[in-house]
């Protein structure tokens, strides 16, 4: 989060970034050091704060990796699909897997 602000103080700017603020700017600004504070920003997020957690299921969306191949597996035995000629889910090698609709 990157705070736009009118208020300038030394008390306002590090009650802002106390609270967790990335960055604090205060107005007037230019749209450019806006645009580089942003980024500057975004070069700092990691890998690792962008990875969801959920119980045993792990969401890593840079890597499009979903903790999901074991569920997969149990699905294809419970639905009686094979791997090699699938009817209902086909694995699609590098990026994980498609529902078959059929069509």
Excluded: C, W
């Excluded at 980024?39 to 969401?59: F, H, M, S, W």
């Excluded at 149990?74 to 090699?84: G, I």
């Amino acid at each position: 989060m990157i705070i736009l602000s009118a208020r300038s103080t030394e008390t306002d700017k590090v009650r802002g970034l106390d609270l967790g603020a990335e960055d604090y700017v205060t107005k007037p600004f230019r749209v450019r050091e806006l645009k580089a504070r942003i980024n500057a920003a975004l070069r700092r997020v990691t890998p690792q704060a962008l990875r969801i957690t959920i119980g045993d299921l792990v969401l890593e969306p840079d890597n499009r990796a979903l903790t999901v191949d074991f569920h997969i597996r149990s699905l294809l035995k419970k639905l009686n699909d094979d791997a090699q000629s699938p009817r209902f889910i086909q694995t699609v090698h590098g990026s994980g897997y498609r529902l078959l609709t059929g069509e």
